[in-house]
């Protein structure tokens, strides 16, 4: 005999729950809720396939993506949530998941998903947005650990992830991101889709690790990248002063010393970090 599979529809609707429990959104907790089961449904489709993985969700809320999660062939759900009201309210889920859900309550930028579940494992969430770029930095210094990524952003941030070099969007966080992982924008919800409304449209993301990626210590990485872009008009021949002998660095690399950081590639970044770390511990 098979155990039915998990009907998200089978449980009291969100806004139910909601009303139950007294679960009025908290702006300081990134609460912006989706109550649409069909977009949750949306969301854990596009994070497959998920046949035996553990997914760890970060900030469960009421339990929208929860359910959708669960409905999945995915092996458990290990759900990190930080407001204990959620926690009391996802109860139900639990008891209908028949232990393939756990939550624990913590702030998910204290807890490693590599310590909660075994490989294979995946990391899926609608992020509360004020840690959702700590914690995707997070995940992206140790991506091998994971199958995939799928994860919901602002709009804006989304488009800072995957932008190429010479757009606007390009920057540090497209560097770091486009090293370890290959990024894409999956779809757009507009705010209306969310239970309150916030005030940008959002992105969901798929990140899966990049099975070679460039050689470089993720500190040199960091550093190189901070000086680079922290100066972002200036030329590189200027901005890595702070580096130590910043023309020595870019003839060795190849890049023209007159480049400006968002013309840099991936490639050409690696490349400074490579030699950048060298040449700091021959000091
Ligand atoms: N997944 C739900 C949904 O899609 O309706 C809720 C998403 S809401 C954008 C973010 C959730 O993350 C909230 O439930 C919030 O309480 C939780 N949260 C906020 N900061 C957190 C943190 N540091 N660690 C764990 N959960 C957190």
């Keep these: 005999m098979t155990d039915a599979p998990f009907d998200p529809h089978s449980l009291p609707p969100l806004r139910e729950v909601i009303a139950r429990f007294g679960l009025d959104a908290r702006k300081a907790l990134g609460q912006n809720f989706l109550l649409d089961l069909n977009l949750t449904g949306r969301i854990a489709r596009a994070a497959g396939p998920l046949d035996g993985v553990t997914v760890v969700e970060v900030g469960p809320g009421p339990g929208g993506l929860t359910r959708a999660l669960l409905a999945t062939p995915a092996r458990a759900v290990i759900a990190v949530e930080r407001d204990h009201r959620f926690v009391e309210a996802l109860q139900d889920v639990v008891a209908a998941a028949a232990g393939r859900l756990a939550i624990v309550e913590a702030d998910a930028l204290t807890v490693d998903p590599v310590d909660l579940a075994p490989a294979p494992r995946a990391v899926v969430a609608n992020l509360p947005y004020n840690v959702a770029t700590p914690l995707l930095i997070g995940w992206l210094r140790r991506i091998a650990d994971f199958d995939s990524l799928t994860l919901m952003f602002q709009k804006e941030v989304a488009d800072r992830l995957v932008a190429k070099p010479g757009s606007k969007a390009y920057g540090r966080l ?14 757009n919800l507009p705010a209306a889709a969310f239970t309150p409304p916030p005030k940008v449209a959002s992105s969901v993301v798929r990140f899966t690790p990049r099975r070679a990626p460039e050689p470089a210590d993720w500190t040199a990485m960091e550093t190189v990248t901070a000086a680079a872009f922290g100066q972002r008009r200036k030329m590189l021949r200027q ?34 970090a490579r030699l950048w770390g060298e040449k700091s511990r021959d000091i």
């Design 239 to 272: 901005s890595l002063r702070a580096l130590g002998d910043a023309e020595a660095l870019l003839a060795a690399t190849g890049i023209p010393p007159t480049a400006r950081a968002e013309e840099v590639d991936v490639a050409g970044f690696a490349a400074l």
């Design 174 to 187: 497209s560097v770091i991101t486009q090293w370890r992982a290959e990024a894409k924008v999956l779809f």
